[in-house]
C-alpha cells in the first residue's frame, strides 16, 4: 500500500499505529495511515519528505490465510501453536483479569497471528473477538496480547459497554485525577514493572482529540517506557480514562528484537560537541493551524531545525542514524537553491465546468503510465481531501483483476485529482496481499538500474513542472532518496525566497523509468502570508536559542519496520543513541514545536490539534453569559477571530446554530476529512457550503431530517427563540410528545402563549430548562444571540444521561 501523510513530521515518542486503540483522526484514510509512521521517521532527516510505505507490509486483508490460526467462533482453548507460549484460553483470560467489564460479552474469534498494527511488529500475538448483543444488534471489536509474553498489548472498550457502566455515576475526576488512575493501572497491564521505568508523556506531545462538549469526558495518556535504565522510543503504552475513573483503552508498543548493551562507547561530551558542530536552522512559513480545512488559515514566521539537525547520533560512532534502516544516515549535498529546468509547459489549469470522472481519468492518463490491462473500477467525488480542503477531489482507482490468479495479490493504482482545476495532488501503484503470503515477483522484474539518475531527475522535474502550479519559480530540488528498485525525488516549495512549511511535490520514479508514485501539497497562498518577511529574530539568535533549549539524551532509538517502494522491509529493532530533545520534553518532542521568528516564543508546530484550546477571549469579561461563553470556547464550539472576540451580542443565523451544535458533538469539525462531496444534502446545503460538514453530521446523528436536495434549510435566516425550540426538541426526540401540548393553556405562567405557535416545543423547552422565559414572556419571534446559544448548549449538555434518548448510544464520535 502506498500513501502519503503529509501533516505528519518529525519523529515522535509513539513510532507505531494500532487501529483498535482511539483512533482518533476519522478524516484520514486507512491508506494515508499506514504510510503515517515512514513518514514520521523520514521528515527529520530529510526536508518535505512525504513517505510512502510498501503494500505488501501495509494493507492486510482480513480473510484467514496461510499464516494465520483462526478458532470457530466462541472457542478458546489450551493449546499453544508454534511461536507461542501461551494459549488462546490465557490471553483471554489475561484480557479480563486486565478488563473485568469485559465479561459482559461474549468471546467470538481467537486469532494467532502478528498483531494488526503497522508497521508489522518482530513478534506474534493473540487477537481476541469479542462480541456484545442486544437483541437483533450487535457490536464486535478484539484484544490483542503479546503470544509470548502473555501481556494484554490492545484494548478499547466500546462505547456500547461504557454507556451501561457510567450513565448513573456520579464521579466527576479531573484530568489530574485520573492519572492517578492511569498510573496504577500501568502497574498492573505491564508485568514487572518498577517504579522509575517508565516516562509520563507531557500532554503537549500527545495526540489528544479536542475534548467535545457532548459525550463522554475521557482523558489519554502516554508513558515512554524504559530499558535497563534507559528510555525506549519502542517501547510506549497509552491509557484513556473517563471522567467516571474507567479505564477504557490501552495500547502498547514493544518489540521482539533484543536490545544492545546501554554502555555507550562514545562520551556524551563527543556528541554534544557533534551536535553542536552540525545543528543548523531555518526560517519557514509555517500554518498556525496545520490541521484545519477552515479557509484563511495564517503563515507565521519561524525558525525550524534544519534537515537531519535532530537526528539521534549512534552513541557507538556518532553516525546518525538512519530511521528507515539502522544504518548510518548518507549526507546528501544539498540542492534547495537548484533551479526547476525542464523542458515541458508550465501547468495550465482547467477554466471550464467542473471535471467529471471519465475526464480526470484522462488527465491522469495523459500525465502517467497506466499499464495495459488496468480498468478504472472506483470514482468518487469527495470533499475534504488533505490537498485540497474546500474542493471537491476524484478519488479514482484502476485494478487488473486478472494479473493474478487469485486476489492474494494485486498491484493497484490510485489517483486524486482536484474537479476544479484538473490538478493532480496523488497517483500512486501500491501492492496488496494477504498475511503470511510472499509477494509474487512481477513476471518483467527488473534487474539493476536501467535509468541514470540524470535521466531520472529530468523526468521527476518535467513532471512537477507540467503537473504543478508556478513550479519553476516556487520549488527547489530538496534531495534524493536511493532506493533498491527506484529513487524518490523531493521538492520544496519556497516564497520570497522563504521555505514554505509541507508544501512539497515527491516523485518516484522507478528502475525502468516510470513514475511509482508521485504526491502534491501546495497549500498556502500570498494572501496567508505575512507581510514582513525580515525577522525580529536574526538567525544566529535562533539558533542559539534552540542550542540553549536543546539537550541530548542517550536512550534507546528505534529503525526499521518500514519498506520504500516494492523493497522488502527492514526489521525492527533498536541502537543506542544520543537523541536531541528538548527540556523537559519526551524523546524527539522537539519536532512538535518551533521558534516563532518574531516573538520568540515556543509553538505546536501543527497548532490546537492536541488538547484544550487555549484561548484569551477579548470580549466577554462581565458578560452576564460570560461562564457559559468561555465554556464553548474551550471546549471548541465558539471560535475566537484573531483579536480574540466571539461577539457574544450577535445574532445568530441557523447556520451558526448547526455549526455549533455539530463542534459539540466533534469539536474537531475542521480538521481534515474525507467524505462524499458530490451532492446536495438540502437544496441550499451543496458540497461548496460552508455548512456542508456540520449539517452532514447533524443528519447522521439524527438530528436534521433526512438529506432531501428538494428542500431548503435556509442557514442565512437568523434564528428566533420559538424556531430554537423547535430544534431542541428534535434533538431530543420529543417531537410526538411535543403535539400533546397544542392549547395556550399548556403554557400558563407566559403573558404571550398565544403568540407562541408550536407550544409543545415551547413548553418542553421550559420544563427541560433549556430555554427559560423571560420575565413572564417567552418571547417566540426574537432573535438568538451568541450568548444565549451558549447558555442554552450549556444547559443542554447537562442533560446528558438524565434524557432516554440524548447522547444515548447515538453519538457519532
Not at 457502566?165 to 456520579?170: G, L, T
Not at 503563515?299 to 537526528?311: A, D, E, H, M, R
Amino acid at each position: 500500500m502506498h500513501a502519503s501523510l503529509y501533516e505528519i513530521e518529525g519523529r515522535g515518542p509513539d513510532l507505531s499505529f494500532d487501529w483498535n486503540f482511539n483512533v482518533r483522526f476519522k478524516m484520514f484514510t486507512a491508506k494515508a495511515a499506514t504510510a503515517a509512521m515512514a513518514t514520521l521517521l523520514l521528515a527529520s532527516q530529510i526536508p518535505g519528505f512525504a513517505g510512502s510505505a510498501s503494500a505488501a507490509t501495509a494493507e492486510q486483508v482480513t480473510e484467514s490465510a496461510a499464516g494465520e490460526t483462526e478458532q470457530p467462533l466462541g472457542l478458546t482453548d489450551n493449546e499453544v501453536p508454534e511461536g507461542a507460549k501461551i494459549s488462546s484460553k490465557q490471553a483471554s483470560e489475561n484480557i479480563l483479569k486486565l478488563f473485568p467489564l469485559l465479561k459482559k460479552a461474549t468471546i467470538s474469534s481467537a486469532r494467532f497471528d502478528s498483531p494488526n498494527s503497522f508497521p508489522p511488529p518482530d513478534y506474534k500475538a493473540w487477537d481476541i473477538g469479542f462480541e456484545l448483543r442486544e437483541g437483533n444488534r450487535s457490536t464486535g471489536f478484539s484484544a490483542t496480547v503479546h503470544a509470548v509474553t502473555g501481556e494484554v498489548l490492545s484494548v478499547h472498550l466500546p462505547s456500547e459497554l461504557l454507556e451501561k457502566q457510567v450513565s448513573d455515576s456520579e464521579t466527576k475526576l479531573t484530568k489530574t485525577e485520573a492519572r492517578k488512575q492511569a498510573d496504577e493501572f500501568l502497574f498492573k497491564a505491564i508485568p514487572n514493572l518498577k517504579e522509575g521505568g517508565f516516562v509520563a508523556v507531557d500532554e503537549r506531545y500527545i495526540n489528544n482529540a479536542q475534548q467535545s462538549l457532548f459525550g463522554r469526558i475521557e482523558y489519554t495518556y502516554s508513558y515512554q517506557l524504559k530499558h535497563e535504565g534507559l528510555v525506549s522510543e519502542a517501547e510506549t503504552a497509552y491509557i484513556s480514562v473517563d471522567q467516571s475513573g474507567v479505564v477504557t483503552g490501552y495500547s502498547r508498543t514493544t518489540i521482539g528484537a533484543e536490545y544492545p548493551s546501554s554502555k555507550a562507547a562514545t562520551s556524551a561530551e563527543q556528541a554534544q560537541q557533534k551536535f553542536e558542530e552540525q545543528f543548523d536552522v531555518q526560517l519557514a512559513y509555517i500554518s498556525e493551524e496545520r490541521f484545519s480545512s477552515r479557509k484563511g488559515q495564517k503563515y507565521y514566521l519561524g525558525y525550524t531545525p534544519k534537515n537531519s539537525s535532530v537526528t539521534p547520533f549512534d552513541a557507538g560512532t556518532l553516525d546518525r542514524i538512519n530511521s528507515m534502516t539502522g544504518e548510518a544516515l548518507a549526507q546528501e549535498v544539498s540542492q534547495e537553491d537548484k533551479p526547476l529546468k525542464g523542458s515541458v509547459a508550465a501547468f495550465i489549469p482547467n477554466t471550464g465546468s467542473k471535471l467529471n470522472a471519465q475526464q480526470a481519468e484522462k488527465l491522469v492518463k495523459k500525465n502517467f503510465n497506466i499499464p495495459e490491462g488496468y480498468q478504472l473500477d472506483y470514482s468518487q467525488l469527495t470533499k475534504g481531501s488533505f490537498a485540497s480542503p474546500n474542493n471537491q477531489v476524484w478519488s479514482l482507482s484502476w485494478s487488473n483483476r486478472n494479473a493474478s490468479v487469485s486476489y492474494m495479490f494485486m498491484r493497484d493504482i490510485s489517483a486524486q485529482v482536484d474537479a476544479a482545476t484538473g490538478q493532480i495532488y496523488s497517483v500512486n501503484i501500491y501492492q496488496r496481499m494477504m498475511s503470511g503470503m510472499e509477494q509474487e515477483k512481477p513476471g518483467t522484474e527488473v534487474k539493476g538500474k536501467t535509468v541514470t539518475k540524470s535521466q531520472a531527475e529530468k523526468l521527476a522535474i518535467n513532471t512537477v513542472i507540467s503537473l504543478v502550479p508556478d513550479a519553476s519559480k516556487q520549488f527547489r530540488l530538496s534531495s534524493v532518496l536511493e532506493l533498491d528498485d527506484a529513487r524518490t525525488f523531493i521538492f520544496q516549495r519556497y516564497l520570497n525566497g522563504i521555505l514554505v512549511k509541507d508544501d512539497t511535490v515527491q516523485v518516484q520514479v522507478s528502475n525502468d523509468g516510470t513514475i511509482s508514485e508521485y504526491y502534491a501539497l501546495v497549500a498556502a497562498t500570498s494572501e496567508q502570508l505575512p507581510t514582513d518577511v525580515k525577522p525580529a529574530i536574526s538567525y544566529e539568535k535562533a539558533k542559539a536559542t534552540y542550542l540553549e533549549e536543546f539537550k541530548l539524551v542517550l536512550a534507546y532509538s528505534r529503525y526499521g519496520g518500514f519498506s520504500m517502494g516494492n523493497s522488502e522491509s527492514v526489521p525492527v529493532g533498536v541502537k543506542l543513541a544520543y537523541v536531541p530533545t528538548r527540556t523537559d520534553s519526551p524523546l524527539t518532542g522537539i519536532t512538535y514545536e518551533v521558534l516563532d521568528a518574531n516573538t520568540g516564543e515556543w509553538k505546536s508546530m501543527y497548532g490546537s490539534i492536541t488538547g484544550a484550546v487555549q484561548v484569551t477571549t477579548s470580549d466577554i469579561t462581565g458578560h452576564a453569559a460570560a461562564a457559559a461563553l468561555q465554556n464553548m470556547v474551550q471546549h471548541g464550539v465558539l471560535l475566537a477571530d484573531e483579536q480574540g472576540r466571539v461577539f457574544p451580542d450577535r445574532v445568530i443565523t441557523k447556520g451558526d446554530w448547526f455549526t455549533y451544535l455539530a463542534r459539540a458533538v466533534n469539536p474537531n469539525l475542521d480538521v481534515y476529512y474525507s467524505g462524499d462531496g458530490d451532492g446536495n444534502l438540502y437544496a441550499d446545503i451543496t458540497p461548496e457550503s460552508p455548512y456542508y460538514q456540520a449539517v452532514r453530521t447533524l443528519i447522521d446523528q439524527r438530528w436534521l431530517a433526512g438529506a432531501d436536495s428538494e428542500t431548503k434549510l435556509n442557514p442565512e435566516e437568523e434564528m428566533t427563540r420559538e424556531e430554537l425550540a423547535v430544534l431542541l426538541v428534535r434533538i431530543l426526540r420529543y417531537e410526538k410528545l411535543a403535539g400533546f401540548y397544542t392549547l395556550p393553556s399548556d403554557l400558563p405562567n407566559l403573558a404571550d402563549a398565544s403568540a407562541v405557535n408550536n407550544k409543545g416545543a415551547v413548553s418542553l423547552s421550559i420544563k427541560l430548562g433549556l430555554l427559560p422565559s423571560i420575565e413572564g414572556r417567552f418571547m417566540p419571534a426574537r432573535k438568538v444571540t451568541v450568548a444565549e446559544a451558549a447558555q442554552v448548549l450549556e444547559r443542554l449538555a447537562k442533560l446528558q444521561g438524565k434524557t432516554d434518548t440524548f447522547m444515548s448510544g447515538n453519538r457519532l464520535y
